[in-house]
């Protein structure tokens, strides 16, 4: 192993810089040349690469989004465009190859290794935190506490208005943000992709808010739960009449300084992933269970569904009163 590449796929997520920087400076410690792939897929099928060296990634740390790039790849999933990859990361020199992203990177990185036979080593990056195999993926502290910061904002506002907030939040197959979120942030529920509700329940729950003696009321949603928050906002105008609001925090969730959390994940990930290529490791994601790095099979990481955490669901159910 004499040089690895390095690249960022599919949706940005903060702590993506500390993993490139990590990734980098462990090359350099290890004698290794190491190259940044710009554009994800995109930039490896045009070739679009450029040598890293340890002062080239200084001051990367606290920055959100990722210096390399990132973007979506339909030509990279045609069997065409990876064996074009292939040749570039050969004709470069490449021995082994770095992929930061989600499950639809990881798929990609798959298809790679065993089509290609090229080494790959993948670093769960995604605010989603639905990647199986890992407690945590690098950027989703980071979006939890932004989120959080939010709605401690907006309940200052529905409290003084004594009006209901629904807070949507990222998460269009999986709810682990919203419902950290909503323990965070003291919400009276939440509505998850990974369990569907009708709407009726949402009346029932303001009403049992109010009957506690709550003047003001804040919901949580997942924006993959059916019709997102502007059907739970609909659904409460309608049945009372009564103004809600309605706060969609979007993109802003990837944005923005990492959390040490994600800083800190990223940085044992990133030198971990160096490592597990010289030691002759492919086709596996590193992730963090219990405090230590595991090896997952890449494959695993998308056959498989990340639950979310139901103790953690009851013990919302339980502080909501």
Not at 35 to 59: F, H, K, S, T
Not at 282 to 287: E, F, K, Q, R, T
Request: charged share 20%; with cysteine; glycine share 12%.
């Amino acid at each position: 192993m004499q040089k690895i590449a390095i690249l960022t796929s599919g949706g940005d997520a903060p702590g993506m810089n500390a993993a490139i920087r990590a990734a980098v400076r462990a090359c350099a410690a290890r004698g290794l040349a190491s190259v940044g792939v710009r554009r994800g897929y995109n930039g490896l099928m045009e070739n679009d690469m450029q040598p890293l060296g340890a002062r080239a990634v200084a001051n990367i740390l606290q920055r959100g989004g990722t210096m390399l790039l990132t973007a979506r790849s339909k030509a990279f999933m045609q069997p065409e465009g990876r064996a074009l990859a292939a040749a570039n990361l050969r004709a470069a020199s490449v021995d082994g190859l770095i992929v930061i992203g989600g499950d639809g990177s990881f798929r990609g990185a798959t298809a790679l290794s065993e089509e290609q036979g090229i080494p790959v080593v993948g670093l769960p990056g995604t605010i989603d935190n639905d990647i199986w195999g890992t407690d945590h993926s690098i950027g989703y502290f980071t979006a939890v506490e932004t989120a959080v910061e939010a709605v401690d904002k907006l309940r200052d506002t529905g409290a003084s208005h004594e009006r209901t907030f629904i807070i949507e939040v990222m998460g269009r197959h999986a709810g682990h943000i919203a419902l950290d979120v909503a323990l965070a942030g003291g919400a009276e529920d939440v509505f998850l992709p990974e369990q569907p509700r009708e709407l009726s329940e949402v009346m029932r729950v303001v009403e049992e808010a109010h009957q506690r003696g709550k003047a003001s009321a804040i919901l949580i949603v997942a924006e993959g739960h059916p019709g997102g928050g502007a059907a739970v906002q609909a659904a409460i105008e309608q049945a009372t009449g009564q103004q809600t609001r309605l706060a969609v925090l979007g993109h802003i969730q990837r944005g923005g300084r990492p959390a040490v959390g994600d800083r800190i994940l990223a940085s044992r990930l990133g030198v971990a992933a160096v490592d597990a290529l010289i030691a002759g490791q492919s086709g596996v994601m590193l992730g963090m269970q219990n405090q230590h790095i595991v090896q997952v099979p890449l494959r695993q990481t998308w056959e498989n569904r990340k639950a979310v955490d139901r103790a953690a669901y009851a013990c919302l159910r339980v502080l909501s009163v």
